[in-house]
């Protein structure tokens, strides 16, 4: 069935809509998969504040700001990168945040630059940065939660002083080819534009001023590279009586190969295996477990569970987005973090509890797999069970979810 969605781009668009069945999905290609319906506009802005100009530049205030709903930037966190316009600029000296590489610096004596590379790359610092290195929304170590889950954390701010640059608004060049890499996401990032100055209020509200310049470029995540590969998770189906039961197919993600090991630490060997093995072979798998009713109850529970496959990786702050025709405004979560997703009535957004399971060790610790109890309430006005996507998943008594994506990438769903 793969192969003739491949050939046609028109008719993968057609059953993308009609029949969002998760075998015709991953069978999709680029341009369907551009545009995302949770997130239609969804992307990172690296905003550039012009602040004051130097003898030989000008000091910026760069702005890292993460407008997706359900996109986080995980560890090992972000990477900023640009070309300088000139070729000759330098940093000085940088607070929140560091160039990776120094470059050559050789033509400097004394009063060394923080970066002479004509390609910085620039992360985030430790939440134990010292205060003196600091500026306001820095140090995360990288980390940039959804605008949706935690707005005053989802920006990273930083402070370069640039040399040979410029000294006024003439003579400035906008960097260019920014590239920006969101732990182990990739976006893509449009040219830099000038925008109107950024206004910046006082705390105590009395005063305005503005930058003197301010630019803008606009980073999306790479979805197409992503549909293109095999899914990175699964979810499996399972009731307290055994009627209803789906295992995620054999090969969903991938094969078994030399690139894992049914050992639980692994015997490390030449290569040492990346993932335990499994007949999937994802490196996260879900599980929608149905508990058994009490008598006359409203409401649906389900017990949900993230397993972690990987011997090398924790997920940090991973998201889990749940379109299920039974969730609505009652839903209740007990154990993690949710919010009514915006535009989908029948979606939520789910992340861990810090302290608790935020954090999905690697398949060689103890606990690789988390959960947390979900209550779902028919919605006895019906409206949103009365739709093609949800029939197809629904039967008279069993409902499993329509979609899922961990950590903001779609998993398959194993049919009942
Ligand atoms: C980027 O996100 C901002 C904030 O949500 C939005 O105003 C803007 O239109 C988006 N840009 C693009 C190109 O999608
Ligand atoms: C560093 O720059 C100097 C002068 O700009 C040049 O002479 C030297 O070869 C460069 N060194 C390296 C390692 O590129
Ligand atoms: C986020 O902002 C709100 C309101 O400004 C504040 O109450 C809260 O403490 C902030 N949270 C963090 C983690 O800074
Ligand atoms: C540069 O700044 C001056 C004075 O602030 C202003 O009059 C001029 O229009 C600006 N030029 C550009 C290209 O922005
Ligand atoms: C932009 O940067 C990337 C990464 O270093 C590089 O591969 C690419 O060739 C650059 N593109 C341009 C137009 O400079
Ligand atoms: C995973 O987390 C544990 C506990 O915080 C840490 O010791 C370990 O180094 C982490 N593993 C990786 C690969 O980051
Ligand atoms: C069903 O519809 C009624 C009337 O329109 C409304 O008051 C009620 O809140 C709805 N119930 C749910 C679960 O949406
Ligand atoms: C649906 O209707 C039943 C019986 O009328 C009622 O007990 C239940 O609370 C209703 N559920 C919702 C979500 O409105
Ligand atoms: C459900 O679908 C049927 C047949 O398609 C339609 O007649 C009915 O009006 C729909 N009900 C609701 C509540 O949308």
């Keep these: 069935m793969k192969s003739i969605f491949r050939f046609s781009n028109t008719i993968s668009v057609f059953f993308l809509f009609f029949f969002p069945s998760n075998t015709v999905i991953f069978s999709t290609s680029k341009g369907v998969t551009a545009h995302d319906p949770y997130d239609p506009t969804g992307n990172i802005t690296i905003k550039w504040d012009v602040m004051s100009w130097t003898p030989d530049g000008y000091v910026a205030v760069v702005d890292i700001i993460n407008s997706q709903l359900y996109r986080t930037v995980q560890l090992p966190g972000w990477k900023l990168g640009w070309t300088w316009a ?38 985030d610092l430790s939440t134990d940065t010292p205060y003196n290195q600091r500026v306001d929304n820095c140090c995360r170590g990288g980390r940039l939660s959804s605008r949706y889950q935690a707005i005053n954390k989802s920006t990273a701010s930083f402070q370069i002083s640039v040399g ?30 000038r925008v109107r100055s950024s206004r910046f209020v006082t705390p105590d509200l009395r005063r305005t001023t503005q930058a003197f310049m301010t630019w803008k470029v606009v980073c999306t995540y790479k979805r197409a590279n992503v549909a293109n590969k095999s899914p990175s998770c699964c979810a499996s189906l399972s009731s307290f009586d055994q009627r209803r039961k789906a295992n995620c197919p054999t090969c969903s993600c991938g094969c078994r190969s030399k690139t894992c090991n049914t050992r639980s630490q692994g015997n490390p060997g030449i290569v040492p295996p990346l ?53 609505n405004k009652l839903t209740r979560v007990v154990h993690a973090n949710h919010k009514q997703f915006p535009n989908f009535k029948t979606a939520q957004l789910m992340w861990g509890m810090k302290h608790k399971n935020a954090i999905i060790p690697s398949s060689s610790r103890q606990g690789s797999t988390i959960s947390w109890i979900m209550q779902l309430y028919k919605d006895n006005n019906s409206t949103n069970t009365n739709t093609t996507s949800t029939s197809s998943s629904c039967t008279k008594d069993w409902c499993a979810p329509t979609e899922i994506f961990f950590n903001g990438d779609r998993c398959l769903i194993a049919s009942p």
């Design 86 to 123: 000139k070729r000759d600029e330098i940093i000085w000296s940088a607070f929140g945040a560091q160039a990776i590489d120094q470059g050559n610096c050789s033509m400097y004596i004394g009063n060394i630059p923080h970066s002479c590379s004509k390609r910085p790359i620039i992360v």
């Design 164 to 193: 040979n640059a410029g000294t006024s608004n003439r003579t400035v060049r906008m960097p260019k080819n920014f590239t920006f890499i969101g732990g182990r996401a990739e976006y893509a990032c449009g040219p830099a534009k």
């Design 275 to 327: 993932m335990k093995c499994t007949d999937h072979m994802c490196p996260a798998s879900i599980n929608w477990h149905i508990l058994k009713p009490r008598e006359k109850a409203a409401y649906t529970t389900v017990h949900v569970s993230i397993s972690n496959f990987n011997y090398r990786m924790n997920y940090t702050d991973w998201t889990l987005l749940v379109n299920h025709p039974f969730i």
